[in-house]
């Protein structure tokens, strides 16, 4: 696994197991939430500080983004939030 793979891997291992919402996340360690999905797409490749302020913000040490999970161990699940509900249309007339 390359090391924007393990950084994604981590990212989202840590973020799913402390509840704390993908959003939130961002908003804590001052990026835009997409930016952050994009890191945990593996579609970014973040800067060493942007990773120390994640790191910070999720209170560990920045090694541990670099951590090899455990042979055989299955991808984080995304938190599930629900989906919001369709909106109504309203005939006007």
Same mark, same amino acid.
């Given at each position: 696994?390359?090391?924007?793979? $393990? !950084?994604?891997?981590? !990212?989202?291992?840590?973020? !799913?197991?402390? /509840?704390?919402?993908? &959003?939130? +996340? ?5 990026? &835009?939430? %997409?930016?952050? /999905?994009? @890191?945990?797409? *593996? *579609? =970014?490749?973040? #800067?060493? &500080? $942007? +990773? &120390?302020?994640?790191?910070? #913000? +999720?209170? @560990?040490? $920045? %090694? =541990? $983004? ?5 042979? /055989?161990? !299955?991808?984080?699940?995304?938190? %599930? ?13």
């Amino acid at each position: 696994m390359n090391a924007r793979a $393990l !950084v994604a891997w981590n !990212v989202r291992r840590i973020r !799913v197991e402390r /509840g704390i919402p993908q &959003d939130q +996340l961002a908003y804590d360690a001052g990026i &835009d939430r %997409s930016h952050m /999905g994009r @890191i945990e797409q *593996k *579609k =970014e490749n973040p #800067t060493i &500080d $942007l +990773l &120390d302020r994640i790191a910070a #913000t +999720l209170g @560990i040490h $920045l %090694s =541990e $983004l670099f951590a090899e999970p455990a042979r /055989g161990a !299955v991808p984080p699940k995304p938190m %599930s939030r629900g989906r919001k509900p369709a909106r109504q249309c309203r005939n006007r007339k």
